[in-house]
C-alpha cells in the first residue's frame, strides 16, 4: 500500500468514528449557559476563527445575526473546513480529474479523498429528534461545509417553517442564538478532529428568530465512504458531490451521479455510509449513525468491525515500511523523529537509544506499534508533511 492509502485510510476511520456520532445533539441537548456575552455573526469565516481561537471563551456567547441562510444539511464535521492547513487541501492539481462526459468536474477517489478527509468538504442531513429538534447550518457564505451548526426546537421550526411542504432549504433568518457546548466530543484520537470544539448555535426563543420572505439557493456536499476494487486491490475512499438547492432537479441529479460514480473506470464500488438519512439518496450498508453503533453478535459494533476491515485493506505492513522510508527521506536529524514523537504525546526518552538516522527512525516506530498510535502517526506525519500523498 502507498502512503497516501494508509493516509486515506486512517481518514476513512476517523470519518467512520466521526459518523457514529453525528446524531449526538439529537439524543442529548447541548448544556444551557449563559455568560451575558453578545457578539455580532459576521462572516461563517469570522466566527470559526473566534472559535477555534478561543473555545473555552465562546461557550454561552449570544450571536446576532442579520439575514443568514438556513441550510438542513450539516458538515460531517463543523469547523474541520476553517481547520489551519485544510484550505491547502483543497486545492487539487489537474491530475485529480478524471475523464468524464457528464456536466459534473469528476475527481478520482483519491481526489475527493483529499477534498473530504482533508479539506472539510462534506455535508450530511438528519431526520429530526423525537421530541422534532431539528440539526440544521445557519451560513453567511451560502457553503453548507463551511457554516456553523444550529439546534432548532419544535416551536422555533413552527415559526420557520409554519405550513407544509416545509421547504426549510435556504430559509433566510435574522436573530440570535446562544452557542452552547456538547459533553460528547468528536473522535480525540485523531489529530485531524482533535481540538474542534463541538458547539451548536441554540434556536429555542420564537420571539428571537425573524423570517425573511426570500430564499436563497444553499450549496450542499453530500458525501460516503466508498468500498470497491482497483485492479487486484479492495479498496476505501470519499465520493461526494456538490448540488445547489435552488435547482429544482438537484435531488434528481445526486442520485443519477452516485449511481454512475459507483460503477466507471472499473470500480465495482458500492456505499458505506448514508449521506441524506432522512431521505436516502443511494443505497448504504449503514443508514445512520445508529447503525454503525449497533452490536452484532459478537458484540462488538459496527464500527467496531468496519475500521478492522479498513485497517487490514488500507494500513499492511508494507504502509509500515512505506512510513519508515518518509521518515527517513524527510527527516534531517534525529531532531526531527524526536519532535514529531512528541507531537504524539510519546516521549522521546522511553525510546531513543541513539544510532544512524534509520536506527532512530525504527526504535521510534516499534513504540508507536507498542502503543498503537499508527493511525495516529500517519495523519501527524502528512499533516507536516503533506506532499508525501499529493502527486
Known amino acids: 500500500m502507498s502512503l497516501r492509502e494508509a493516509y486515506v485510510g486512517v481518514r476513512i476511520m476517523e470519518t467512520n468514528d466521526n459518523y457514529s456520532r453525528a446524531d449526538a445533539p439529537l439524543i442529548s441537548l447541548p448544556e444551557t449557559r449563559s455568560i451575558g456575552a453578545y457578539q455580532y455573526y459576521d462572516a461563517d469565516e469570522y466566527v470559526w476563527e473566534r472559535i477555534l481561537r478561543d473555545p473555552e471563551g465562546q461557550w454561552g456567547i449570544t450571536y446576532h445575526f442579520d439575514p443568514l441562510a438556513m441550510s438542513e444539511w450539516v458538515a460531517r464535521v463543523p469547523g474541520l473546513y ?10 487539487l492539481s489537474p491530475a485529480a480529474q478524471e475523464p468524464s462526459e457528464s456536466h459534473w468536474k469528476q475527481y478520482r477517489p483519491w481526489g475527493k479523498s483529499q477534498l473530504v478527509a482533508m479539506g472539510g468538504i462534506g455535508t450530511l442531513r438528519l431526520p429530526p429528534a423525537n421530541d422534532g429538534t431539528r440539526l440544521v447550518t445557519l451560513t453567511t457564505s451560502l457553503n453548507t461545509s463551511a457554516g456553523v451548526p444550529a439546534l432548532v426546537t419544535p416551536a422555533v421550526w413552527d415559526k420557520i417553517c409554519p405550513n407544509p411542504p416545509y421547504q426549510a432549504e ?7 442564538a446562544r452557542w452552547q457546548s456538547m459533553s460528547e466530543t468528536w473522535a480525540s484520537r485523531f489529530p ?4 474542534i470544539p463541538r458547539g451548536y448555535l441554540v434556536l429555542d426563543n420564537p420571539d428571537a428568530i425573524q423570517v425573511v420572505k426570500e430564499v436563497s439557493a444553499t450549496q450542499i456536499h453530500p458525501f460516503t465512504v466508498m468500498e470497491y476494487r482497483f485492479g ?3 479498496l476505501y475512499d470519499f465520493v461526494y458531490a456538490t448540488a445547489d438547492t435552488k ?10 451521479f452516485f449511481a454512475r460514480y459507483k460503477g466507471e473506470q472499473g470500480r465495482y464500488g458500492h456505499y458505506l455510509l448514508a449521506g441524506d438519512v432522512a431521505m436516502p439518496l443511494w443505497d448504504s450498508d449503514y443508514n445512520s449513525p445508529e447503525d454503525l453503533r449497533r452490536a452484532d453478535p459478537s458484540a462488538d459494533s459496527q464500527l467496531k468491525l ?4 479498513v485497517r487490514q485493506r488500507m494500513l499492511g505492513e508494507d504502509s509500515i515500511e512505506r512510513l519508515l522510508e518518509a521518515l527517513g527521506s524527510t527527516s534531517t ?14 516521549e522521546p526518552t522511553i525510546w531513543f537509544r541513539g544510532g544512524s538516522l534509520a536506527e532512530v527512525c525504527s526504535q521510534f516506530m516499534d513504540e508507536v506499534l507498542r502503543q498503537n498510535k499508527l493511525e495516529e502517526l500517519v495523519e501527524t506525519f502528512v499533516r507536516e508533511y503533506p506532499k508525501v500523498i499529493t502527486p
Open 82 to 91: 476553517w481547520k489551519p492547513g485544510s484550505k491547502e487541501m483543497r486545492l
Open 170 to 176: 435556504g430559509k433566510v433568518l435574522s436573530g440570535e
Open 192 to 195: 485531524s478532529t482533535r481540538g
Open 232 to 234: 487486484a486491490k479492495e
Open 247 to 256: 435547482s429544482s432537479s438537484y435531488r434528481g441529479e445526486l442520485e443519477e
Open 306 to 309: 468496519l475500521e478492522a476491515r
Open 333 to 346: 536529524s534525529n531532531e526531527d523523529v524526536r519532535r514529531i514523537s512528541k507531537d504524539l504525546s510519546i
